[in-house]
RNA sequence: GCGCGGGUGGUGAAAUGGCAGACACACUAGCCUUAGGAGCUAGCGCCGCAAGGCAUGGAGGUUCAAGUCCUCUCCCGCGCACCA
């Protein structure tokens, strides 16, 4: 037999396919359809790497199956070529980046069709092409058309070294995610997309995606959605008003001051005269300075939070009409919310680090309710509270820093002393009644009350659940003199006497721990829910049940809010789509659709401005268009600034259902056909820009009704990355690039793809591996023998025969989960089994054949074809498993005693529970086990095991 | 700090609550070969001569039975983070 001769064979199919156009899309058919998409590439000067084809490989299995299973499949590929990789290459080697872009097309696409996609490229798409952004740019006319596409001179985040605005998307950590340089604020004008108002579609359409969990949890985050209260305060002596959001307006008596972002036009207003303010220069110098800092610093929650007081401004609380002081402070973000906060010390750490450091009031207004959630003593949910009005009782020592606790005896609990109030108790006469009958001593005196602790639990001798209101009482005894303490008493627990740091451990209750920072001068903010106090009328209501109650009787308005910001959508730089826009001195004239598109014109420097202009408006003869004709002609200016990198990306999933429409983006039976994405497969590092814009344009196309789903991507899955052999990120930087090509040419694209799905789960980020590529070439290299096994009227065993229907409902079910390695795996096992065969019939081989095409499409194609197969195996029926097969008749039951294996026998399927056991006891190593004990329960799990307990 | 994932041999990893380590890499021994990154046979978690015991980050718990379920805890990766 001829040797496994991966080049000729992958060559020769790879030309065969090609030319009987295999792979080929069908718009009008009968059959059920299956869109399955891969992100698409950047097609960047350096080629691919290992890495990059190992979601291809996955998703080019998932499609071949489905093919074979007899349904539509749409697979197809392109290129996502506008941004500033290709740019700044364009800059160095100053080619204009449209010839080095379709130069790496060309590499691209050569490097993935010799690894044997199946790839429909008719419908190829590149979304540098006129044809193909004239669609973009007719998104954008809609966009504008209907007002989500505007004007802004907002300061946005500014590149210095990319020399463009960045959407907030493209910050991480305050850095430009193209380039890392830190970015500045700068006002600029610009063009931004209201995906606000998409916000709260976005964030509940997640709910119904089958997509990662982690990543719909990254796009809520991002998005961000918090509920709460604008609330107006009065300034004093002025007629203007200063507006907060507050997620907390129960907290609101407890405003000790307020704080103003330093953009915050109430400042700028109030710099403009210098009367204004006592402080002035202070004020001005400190919001010069805030301004200056960057990202990073400004955003930095380590740092110090510093601030300055404007002198002779006063807001007035409308809760209780106090007058607060208010303040210009750098850890009030402008952008967010109002840009300016109510500051309640007492329940928020900002504002009680804050207070601390500048020495201003703390006023509680929530008292705290603790919840018990763990035994003993976890609450019983839906079951009323049983109120009970009581007493914490702290006692110092008469001489020593020492307190008393007490140790209980019949549960594991350490506490201060308690007790309820009973009649027309005082708290603290029930507290010192309390101290004599716990503890014995005589002589408390009260220093100090620490308010109200509240605590909720399941009291478990008397079976309800309780809600006990405590008075947290601090007393001294003055001297040691005590009485005999009760029996009973004495059964119940025992007096320690414990300092601050003991009683840390000792106390297991969480509202004695509050008593004990208290105590201990370490309290902080308590900025959970809890019981009102200090609030005038609201004074004992829930601090959950009056936020909107409190919202109303203020004038207040209960609002949403979200983290998301609007899309800054333009970039000053050349290599993007132009904007089909017109500016007619301050008029905004929209291109009409039939001038679309708006083609990019050549330049002679690619080089960025820097001034907030891009490169294109140093052409006078594009920039300047003469429009319409005779009188009405005018001239008007063209828009010089070019999309983001993004917009090309966030509709192409479309353009493959009818890649060369020039009519209309997609037409509506193809959209209506192939409707949305069935599976995408991609890099979870898109997780909150491609995947969120996407989602954006494409529920604005449903509105204006081009697609007819709420989603455009049914279900995700994410790559994990492939690593270098060095564990580190593959990159250029790094030397540990491994290049497909040579893999491809050494070992054959069948191994590649095979060993990479078979190293480990596919989500998951791994190590590449040569020397662990050789199991899968050495895997081909059997198959490629057992082909000398196959006669036409070969046969296997039964044992086979059976192993077979089962890997064909593994590997079935495995693909469909994207668990292609334990597909492989089983595959392997398989094979394993028919090299101990003397023989194998065609008709088994052919099975397993089918089983492995999916994975390595070429070296099957070849078998296929010599066992005289005329049509591809790609097109043949994919292989439905026996289950009456599956189920072998003999099984193997498992003897276990004391929990251990001891012993296994071979049994008729379906045996009963009582043969199980009888055979079971007459073994040899079951009875030396259980030697003369009575086995005290015997378990039976038909057809699997027998477990047996003795004493 | 909050949220989402993970911790299993020398390595990559398998395992509907039912024989932990399938499958593969590496390694060891032997065979076959004019030596090669080839093939075949056997071995390969740890301790132990063995019988057997111990093992899925750690500590408890539920169960006849736990890598798998529950509680606490440590470590690693990712996302968000002064968002009021």
Redesign the pocket.
């Given at each position: 037999m001829k040797k496994y001769d991966h080049i000729k064979i992958e060559k020769k199919w790879q030309r065969e396919w090609a030319k009987k156009k295999v792979y080929r899309t069908e718009d009008n058919s009968k059959k059920q359809k299956f869109y399955i998409l891969d992100m698409f590439p950047y097609p960047s000067g350096e080629g691919l790497h290992v890495g990059h084809p190992k979601g291809y490989i996955a998703t080019d299995i998932v499609s071949r199956m489905k093919r074979m299973q007899g349904l539509n499949v749409l697979h197809p590929m392109g290129f996502d070529a506008f941004g500033l990789p290709a740019e700044n290459y364009a800059i160095e080697t100053k080619t204009n980046p449209a010839i080095a872009v379709a130069k790496n097309v060309v590499r691209y696409k050569k490097q993935l069709e010799i690894i044997g996609f199946d790839y429909d490229w008719s419908r190829e798409i590149n979304t540098t092409d006129p044809k193909y952004y004239k669609w973009t740019q007719w998104i954008f006319l809609k966009l504008f058309e209907r007002g989500l596409a505007y004007e802004s001179f907002e300061p946005i985040n500014w590149c210095p070294s990319c020399k463009t605005g960045l959407a907030n998307e493209d910050v991480?950590?305050g850095k430009c995610e193209r380039c890392g340089t830190s970015v500045e604020k700068r006002p600029m004008r610009q063009w931004v997309l209201k995906i606000t108002d998409y916000a709260d579609r976005l964030l509940r359409d997640l709910n119904v995606l089958d997509w990662?969990?982690?990543i719909k949890?990254?796009q809520?985050?991002?998005i961000?959605r918090?509920e709460?209260t604008e609330i107006n305060f009065t300034i004093k002596d002025k007629t203007e008003k200063l507006k907060?959001?507050?997620?907390?307006p129960d907290t609101l008596f407890g405003v000790t001051y307020m704080?103003v972002?330093p953009e915050h036009k109430f400042v700028t207003e109030l710099l403009e005269h210098r009367e204004n303010l006592k402080n002035h220069d202070e004020v001005a110098k400190y919001v010069t300075h805030a301004c200056m800092e960057t990202e990073i610093e400004?955003?930095?929650?380590k740092?110090e939070?510093?601030g300055v007081k404007l002198e002779g401004i006063f807001a007035i609380n409308p809760a209780n009409k106090e007058k607060v002081p208010v303040f210009v402070a750098?850890?009030?973000?402008?952008d967010?919310?109002?840009?300016?906060?109510?500051a309640?010390p007492a329940h928020?750490?900002?504002?009680f680090?804050f207070a601390k450091k500048y020495k201003l009031p703390i006023k509680q207004v929530i008292e705290p309710v603790y919840t018990q959630?763990?035994e003993p003593g976890k609450i019983i949910p839906n079951f009323p509270f049983e109120h009970r009005n009581a007493i914490i009782a702290i006692v110092k020592h008469w001489k020593d820093d020492k307190y008393m606790a007490l140790k209980w005896k019949k549960v594991a609990w350490g506490t201060f002393i308690t007790g309820g109030v009973e009649g027309n108790q005082t708290p603290e006469e029930a507290a010192k009644m309390e101290i004599k009958e716990e503890t014995g001593f005589l002589h408390p005196k009260l220093i100090s009350n620490f308010g109200r602790i509240h605590s909720k639990f399941y009291h478990v001798p008397k079976k309800v659940n309780r809600f006990a209101h405590s008075h947290t009482l601090y007393f001294k005894l003055e001297n040691d003199a005590r009485e005999k303490v009760t029996e009973t008493e004495n059964e119940i627990h025992e007096v320690k006497w414990l300092t601050i740091d003991e009683l840390k451990t000792f106390l297991t209750e969480d509202s004695h721990q509050h008593a004990l920072r208290i105590l201990a001068d370490v309290s902080d903010a308590y900025v959970d829910e809890g019981i009102l106090v200090n609030s005038g009328a609201f004074s004992g209501k829930d601090s959950q049940e009056v936020k909107k109650v409190i919202t109303k009787s203020v004038g207040g308005k209960w609002v949403v809010?979200y983290?998301l910001k609007d899309w800054v959508f333009s970039r000053q730089r050349y290599w993007g789509e132009p904007f089909p826009i017109f500016h007619n001195s301050d008029k905004i004239i929209p291109v009409s659709e039939k001038d679309l598109p708006v083609v990019l014109p050549k330049v002679k420097s690619y080089e960025p401005t820097g001034t907030g202009e891009s490169p294109l408006a140093s052409i006078p003869k594009w920039v300047n268009v003469k429009v319409g004709v005779g009188k009405n002609a005018k001239m008007l200016k063209r828009e010089t600034n070019t999309m983001p990198q993004w917009a090309g990306s966030s509709w192409y999933y479309l353009r493959y259902m009818d890649p060369k429409n020039s009519k209309a983006l997609v037409d509506p039976l193809k959209e209506k056909y192939w409707n949305e994405v069935d599976f995408y497969v991609g890099g979870?590092?898109h997780?909150?820009r491609h995947l969120i814009y996407a989602r954006f344009w494409h529920k604005f196309l449903y509105d204006i009704g081009i697609v007819s789903t709420l989603e455009p991507f049914k279900k995700l899955q994410s790559v994990g990355l492939i690593m270098g052999e060095d564990g580190k990120k593959m990159s250029k930087r790094f030397g540990n690039i491994v290049n497909p090509d040579l893999i491809v040419k050494?070992?054959g694209a069948d191994t590649l793809r095979l060993y990479e799905m078979?190293?480990?789960?596919f989500?998951?980020?791994?190590?590449w591996?040569?020397?662990?590529?050789?199991?899968?070439r050495?895997?081909l290299?059997?198959v490629w023998k057992l082909r000398q096994k196959v006669h036409e009227k070969g046969t296997i065993s039964k044992e086979t025969e059976i192993l077979l229907h089962k890997t064909i409902k593994k590997v079935t079910e495995d693909i469909s989960s994207i668990?292609h390695?334990?597909a492989?795996?089983?595959m392997?096992?398989l094979?394993?089994v028919f090299?101990k065969e003397n023989t194998i019939s065609k008709t088994h081989f052919e099975i397993f054949l089918k089983l492995l095409a999916p994975f390595a499409p070429h070296i099957t194609e070849e078998l296929w074809c010599d066992l005289g197969n005329k049509k591809s195996i790609h097109i043949s029926g994919w292989p439905l498993a026996d289950e009456s097969k599956i189920a072998e008749r003999s099984v193997?039951i498992?003897v276990?005693v004391?929990?251990?294996?001891?012993a296994?026998f071979t049994a008729v399927r379906g045996t009963s529970k009582e043969g199980l056991e009888k055979t079971a006891l007459d073994l040899p190593?079951v009875k030396?086990w259980i030697g003369d004990k009575k086995p005290k329960?015997i378990?039976v799990?038909s057809d699997?095991?027998v477990?047996i307990?003795v004493a």
């Amino acid at each position: 037999m001829k040797k496994y001769d991966h080049i000729k064979i992958e060559k020769k199919w790879q030309r065969e396919w090609a030319k009987k156009k295999v792979y080929r899309t069908e718009d009008n058919s009968k059959k059920q359809k299956f869109y399955i998409l891969d992100m698409f590439p950047y097609p960047s000067g350096e080629g691919l790497h290992v890495g990059h084809p190992k979601g291809y490989i996955a998703t080019d299995i998932v499609s071949r199956m489905k093919r074979m299973q007899g349904l539509n499949v749409l697979h197809p590929m392109g290129f996502d070529a506008f941004g500033l990789p290709a740019e700044n290459y364009a800059i160095e080697t100053k080619t204009n980046p449209a010839i080095a872009v379709a130069k790496n097309v060309v590499r691209y696409k050569k490097q993935l069709e010799i690894i044997g996609f199946d790839y429909d490229w008719s419908r190829e798409i590149n979304t540098t092409d006129p044809k193909y952004y004239k669609w973009t740019q007719w998104i954008f006319l809609k966009l504008f058309e209907r007002g989500l596409a505007y004007e802004s001179f907002e300061p946005i985040n500014w590149c210095p070294s990319c020399k463009t605005g960045l959407a907030n998307e493209d910050v991480e950590d305050g850095k430009c995610e193209r380039c890392g340089t830190s970015v500045e604020k700068r006002p600029m004008r610009q063009w931004v997309l209201k995906i606000t108002d998409y916000a709260d579609r976005l964030l509940r359409d997640l709910n119904v995606l089958d997509w990662p969990e982690s990543i719909k949890e990254s796009q809520r985050n991002w998005i961000g959605r918090s509920e709460g209260t604008e609330i107006n305060f009065t300034i004093k002596d002025k007629t203007e008003k200063l507006k907060v959001f507050t997620t907390r307006p129960d907290t609101l008596f407890g405003v000790t001051y307020m704080v103003v972002a330093p953009e915050h036009k109430f400042v700028t207003e109030l710099l403009e005269h210098r009367e204004n303010l006592k402080n002035h220069d202070e004020v001005a110098k400190y919001v010069t300075h805030a301004c200056m800092e960057t990202e990073i610093e400004r955003t930095n929650a380590k740092k110090e939070k510093t601030g300055v007081k404007l002198e002779g401004i006063f807001a007035i609380n409308p809760a209780n009409k106090e007058k607060v002081p208010v303040f210009v402070a750098d850890y009030v973000l402008a952008d967010y919310g109002t840009g300016a906060v109510m500051a309640v010390p007492a329940h928020d750490e900002r504002d009680f680090v804050f207070a601390k450091k500048y020495k201003l009031p703390i006023k509680q207004v929530i008292e705290p309710v603790y919840t018990q959630t763990t035994e003993p003593g976890k609450i019983i949910p839906n079951f009323p509270f049983e109120h009970r009005n009581a007493i914490i009782a702290i006692v110092k020592h008469w001489k020593d820093d020492k307190y008393m606790a007490l140790k209980w005896k019949k549960v594991a609990w350490g506490t201060f002393i308690t007790g309820g109030v009973e009649g027309n108790q005082t708290p603290e006469e029930a507290a010192k009644m309390e101290i004599k009958e716990e503890t014995g001593f005589l002589h408390p005196k009260l220093i100090s009350n620490f308010g109200r602790i509240h605590s909720k639990f399941y009291h478990v001798p008397k079976k309800v659940n309780r809600f006990a209101h405590s008075h947290t009482l601090y007393f001294k005894l003055e001297n040691d003199a005590r009485e005999k303490v009760t029996e009973t008493e004495n059964e119940i627990h025992e007096v320690k006497w414990l300092t601050i740091d003991e009683l840390k451990t000792f106390l297991t209750e969480d509202s004695h721990q509050h008593a004990l920072r208290i105590l201990a001068d370490v309290s902080d903010a308590y900025v959970d829910e809890g019981i009102l106090v200090n609030s005038g009328a609201f004074s004992g209501k829930d601090s959950q049940e009056v936020k909107k109650v409190i919202t109303k009787s203020v004038g207040g308005k209960w609002v949403v809010k979200y983290k998301l910001k609007d899309w800054v959508f333009s970039r000053q730089r050349y290599w993007g789509e132009p904007f089909p826009i017109f500016h007619n001195s301050d008029k905004i004239i929209p291109v009409s659709e039939k001038d679309l598109p708006v083609v990019l014109p050549k330049v002679k420097s690619y080089e960025p401005t820097g001034t907030g202009e891009s490169p294109l408006a140093s052409i006078p003869k594009w920039v300047n268009v003469k429009v319409g004709v005779g009188k009405n002609a005018k001239m008007l200016k063209r828009e010089t600034n070019t999309m983001p990198q993004w917009a090309g990306s966030s509709w192409y999933y479309l353009r493959y259902m009818d890649p060369k429409n020039s009519k209309a983006l997609v037409d509506p039976l193809k959209e209506k056909y192939w409707n949305e994405v069935d599976f995408y497969v991609g890099g979870a590092e898109h997780a909150t820009r491609h995947l969120i814009y996407a989602r954006f344009w494409h529920k604005f196309l449903y509105d204006i009704g081009i697609v007819s789903t709420l989603e455009p991507f049914k279900k995700l899955q994410s790559v994990g990355l492939i690593m270098g052999e060095d564990g580190k990120k593959m990159s250029k930087r790094f030397g540990n690039i491994v290049n497909p090509d040579l893999i491809v040419k050494t070992y054959g694209a069948d191994t590649l793809r095979l060993y990479e799905m078979f190293m480990g789960p596919f989500d998951q980020a791994i190590a590449w591996n040569t020397n662990g590529m050789i199991g899968s070439r050495r895997f081909l290299e059997r198959v490629w023998k057992l082909r000398q096994k196959v006669h036409e009227k070969g046969t296997i065993s039964k044992e086979t025969e059976i192993l077979l229907h089962k890997t064909i409902k593994k590997v079935t079910e495995d693909i469909s989960s994207i668990h292609h390695n334990t597909a492989v795996s089983s595959m392997m096992i398989l094979s394993n089994v028919f090299e101990k065969e003397n023989t194998i019939s065609k008709t088994h081989f052919e099975i397993f054949l089918k089983l492995l095409a999916p994975f390595a499409p070429h070296i099957t194609e070849e078998l296929w074809c010599d066992l005289g197969n005329k049509k591809s195996i790609h097109i043949s029926g994919w292989p439905l498993a026996d289950e009456s097969k599956i189920a072998e008749r003999s099984v193997t039951i498992v003897v276990q005693v004391n929990g251990k294996v001891r012993a296994s026998f071979t049994a008729v399927r379906g045996t009963s529970k009582e043969g199980l056991e009888k055979t079971a006891l007459d073994l040899p190593d079951v009875k030396k086990w259980i030697g003369d004990k009575k086995p005290k329960r015997i378990i039976v799990i038909s057809d699997k095991l027998v477990s047996i307990v003795v004493a």
